[in-house]
C-alpha cells in the first residue's frame, strides 16, 4: 500500500526541548517536503529535497533542521530556536512527471 | 499581494445545493492548478490537477475547470460528507523556491 506515513500523530513537548518529527514515503518520488499550517494562515514551506543528501530552505526555515540520507525519509527536527513551535505539521512527496503534490496525515505538536 | 486568492472563506449549504467555489491567481506561465481536500485535523487529499485553460476534471460530485485566470470547483448535490476544506495551489513554469503557491481553501460545510 503506497503511501506517506508521518509518526507521531500527536507530540508535546516542553519550551527548549528539540524534537524530530519522521517521514516516510514508499512512492519512489525524488523530491520532499515539510509545511506547517496554523489556522487562517495556510500551508508554509519549512523545507524541501529534491534529491538524497541534498536539501533547500523553504519560506520559513528558521528554527527547524532536516536531513536527506535516504531516499525514503525526510525527517524534520524542531529546535528550541523556533519561536512559536505549536502548529500542525505535513510532509508532502512530489510524482515529477505529473508534478502533483501528495501529502501525509500530519503530526500535531503541542510544546508548552 | 497574494498570488493565489480562493473565494469565498467559507460557504455553508444545505444537501443538494450546488454551487461552486473560486481560485484565482494573478501569475503568468502556470504550469499546473491542484485541488485538494483536507479534513479537520487531517493532511490534504489530492483531488484534481489541471494544466490548460479549457480543461475539466470531475470525480463523483466535483468537478474542477480551468481558465487563464481561474478555476472553479464545482460541486453538484453536496452531501454531509463532502464538507471539508477545499486548498488550490498554483505550479509556475520555472517556478522559484519549490514553485508551488497556495491559497488559503474555503471552509465548506454541507448541512443535512
Known amino acids: 500500500d503506497g503511501g506517506i506515513t508521518q509518526s507521531p500523530k500527536y507530540l508535546f513537548r516542553k519550551e527548549g526541548q528539540n524534537v524530530t518529527l519522521s517521514c516516510e514515503q514508499n512512492l519512489n518520488h525524488d523530491a520532499m517536503y515539510w509545511y506547517r499550517q496554523d489556522p487562517g494562515q495556510g500551508l508554509r514551506l519549512i523545507y524541501y529535497s529534491q534529491i538524497v543528501n541534498d536539501f533547500q530552505k523553504g519560506d520559513i526555515a528558521e528554527g527547524y533542521s532536516v536531513s536527506r540520507e535516504k531516499k525514503e525519509s525526510f525527517p524534520l527536527t524542531v529546535t528550541s530556536a523556533q519561536k512559536n513551535p505549536t502548529a500542525f505539521y505535513l510532509c508532502a512527496s512530489e510524482n515529477r512527471g505529473s508534478g502533483t503534490r501528495y501529502f501525509g496525515p500530519g503530526t500535531r505538536l503541542t510544546v508548552t | 499581494e497574494d498570488q493565489v486568492t480562493q473565494s469565498p472563506e467559507a460557504l455553508r449549504l444545505q444537501e443538494g445545493e450546488s454551487s461552486s467555489l473560486n481560485c484565482s491567481y494573478t501569475v503568468s506561465g502556470l504550469r499546473g492548478l491542484f485541488w485538494y481536500r483536507q479534513d479537520p485535523g487531517k493532511g490534504p487529499e489530492f483531488l484534481f490537477t489541471l494544466y490548460s485553460a479549457g480543461e475539466e476534471k470531475e470525480k463523483e460530485r466535483l468537478k474542477a475547470t480551468l481558465t487563464k485566470k481561474e478555476s472553479f470547483l464545482h460541486i453538484t448535490a453536496p452531501k454531509p460528507e463532502d464538507s471539508a476544506t477545499y486548498l488550490c495551489?498554483?505550479?509556475?513554469?520555472?517556478?522559484?523556491?519549490?514553485?508551488?503557491?497556495f491559497g488559503k481553501g474555503t471552509h465548506l460545510i454541507i448541512q443535512p
Open positions: 495551489a498554483v505550479q509556475l513554469v520555472g517556478g522559484g523556491a519549490d514553485g508551488l503557491t
